[in-house]
């Protein structure tokens, strides 16, 4: 299967085809795969990608974090989620460093799996992964998951991991019959890290949404204690959350003498069929 086969230029959204080390569309628009077989398919007209998405030092924190094993069995389950579906285009629509994106590529041997997210060092890392272990069913690229460079009702399954619901592109994108699985923080996710940083702890509200266009086809939940066994772990593991940017210096301090932490995992998977 072309792994180039759905995409579209985000300019003209005209179809693209291969040439050589580059994608370019009948309208003349060129874009260039990187060394590491990344492309930046982000419209210029919409948004500079400079500063869009996790910059390169978020995204070591992710990948040092996922090292550890410590999110293992969601990934796992997740894989299972996607596996009993029988996919054979899947888009994981804000992808980051590709860890999910990946991990399904190795489980579902023949889809074909495309990575979206606005971040360049993400979508970078996570094809040099894709490349390292000798997969050649993804293809990666800097883009917006609210306008994915793809044609219409390309992919049988969509995957939204811990992201924005870019629900309008996901019922565009999505073929009809196709799924759509969201992955969201379970009300006690991360209890152990809140606890270990604020006074006064809330529990995560339950995620209730639905969707036209889709039908809700069932929840399943992941739930395990895991303990992060270093500072560098903990702390790359706070950056990996919403907390890190709205909590005082002062709660961010009390992680700082912390060698060992264990907490919580809990999460949610929703899935939709579109009708």
């Known amino acids: 299967m072309e792994k180039e086969k759905y995409i579209v230029c985000p300019i003209c959204r005209g179809g693209l085809k291969r040439c050589n080390s580059s994608l370019k569309c009948e309208g003349g628009h060129s874009y260039d795969l990187a060394k590491s077989g990344y492309v930046n398919l982000l419209n210029p ?69 495309f990575g979206f997210d606005m971040s360049k060092f993400g979508t970078e890392h996570a094809s040099k992964q894709a490349r390292a272990k ?75 949404d639905t969707y036209e266009g889709f039908v809700p086809v069932s929840v399943k939940s992941v739930k395990y204690s895991t303990t992060v066994n270093s500072s560098e772990a903990i702390w790359a593991l706070f950056q990996m959350t919403p907390y890190f940017h709205r909590t005082s210096i002062a709660d961010k301090e009390k992680l700082l003498g912390l060698s060992s932490l264990t907490t919580e995992v809990e999460v949610d998977f929703y899935i939709f069929k579109k009708i």
């Open 45 to 113: 007209g919409k948004k500079n990608n400079a500063k869009a998405g996790d910059s390169k030092e978020m995204i070591r924190a992710r990948t040092l974090f996922f090292q550890t094993g410590c999110y293992e069995g969601i990934k796992n389950a997740l894989c299972d989620i996607a596996s009993s579906l029988s996919p054979s285009v899947i888009i994981d629509a804000g992808c980051g460093e590709g860890y999910y994106t990946n991990s399904l590529a190795m489980t579902i041997n023949n889809a074909l799996v």
């Open 134 to 208: 000798g997969l050649k069913s993804t293809l990666f690229s800097v883009s917006n998951i609210f306008d994915m460079p793809l044609e219409n009702e390309c992919a049988d399954l969509v995957v939204n991991m811990f992201a924005p619901v870019a629900i309008d592109e996901f019922r565009r994108t999505l073929r009809t019959g196709g799924h759509l699985i969201i992955g969201v923080a379970g009300v006690h996710h991360l209890e152990g890290l809140k606890r270990a940083i604020y006074d006064e702890v809330y529990l995560n509200e339950k995620f209730n």
